[in-house]
């Protein structure tokens, strides 16, 4: 490969690692060209694999940074999965592939900066893919919303049937008392007898008054007269 070529490749690796999510490093040896196109379909659109030299992928995987842990793997016929897309899709297809076909051999790989090793990445297959994690989300929330909505459409019956036992009891209670203010048999005057009472206790108040105040002439009377027939004797 001329020089030129060699700095080409070198670019355009760094830049795959450092615009991907995640890459996963893989052992080819032994898979044909129709395996290897059958594990490139496999990964659909969530990755993009390319057989790499493993020269020129350590200078690249060295410029866009990647830990020298991942690149001290590359020995051997290899191969990196470039995943741009959901990282666990492309780990399942991966695992799948390796499952059916024991000549892929997963090497390790770097999710975000953090190096995983090959167990990590079997885990990470194990998860439920971005999507099903949304749609639960998305129901748990839809559920959420339904119970919310439920809790108001109930809350206006709620509050008529509290008002009714407020009003119910009111009325309870304010019967025992006018029960226990009437004498039992007895009726309570009207408002006309009422007023006619009170005017009849006012005039027999305003009769003891004056009978009073004429007592008490009198007896002023009295005294001035034995006043002056003490003084005459």
Do not use: C, H, W
């Amino acid at each position: 490969m001329a020089r030129a070529d060699k700095v080409t490749a070198v670019a355009e690796l760094s830049e795959r690692f450092q615009s991907s999510s995640g890459a996963v490093l893989t052992e080819y040896r032994g898979l044909s060209v129709a395996q290897l196109g059958e594990l490139r379909r496999s990964l659909g659109d969530n990755a993009t694999f390319a057989v790499v030299k493993n020269t020129l992928t350590k200078i690249a995987a060295s410029d866009a940074g990647v830990s020298a842990e991942l690149t001290e793997l590359l020995t051997g016929p290899s191969a990196i999965a470039f995943v741009q897309g959901d990282v666990v899709e492309a780990a399942k297809g991966l695992r799948d592939f390796s499952r059916a076909n024991p000549f892929l051999v997963i090497k390790g790989g770097v999710l975000d900066g953090k190096v995983m090793k090959p167990d990590e990445i079997v885990k990470l297959a194990d998860l439920e893919s971005r999507e099903v994690l949304l749609a639960k989300l998305a129901g748990a929330m839809k559920a959420s919303l339904a119970n919310a909505a439920a809790t108001f459409a109930a809350l206006p019956v709620q509050m008529a049937r509290l008002l009714a036992a407020l009003e119910a009891k009111q009325a309870e209670q304010g019967g025992g008392a006018e029960s226990q203010s009437a004498p039992e048999g007895a009726e309570a005057p009207d408002g006309a007898a009422q007023a006619a009472a009170d005017e009849g206790a006012a005039d027999q108040g305003a009769a003891d008054q004056g009978a009073a105040d004429q007592g008490a002439a009198d007896q002023g009377a009295a005294e001035a007269g034995d006043g002056g027939q003490d003084q005459e004797g």
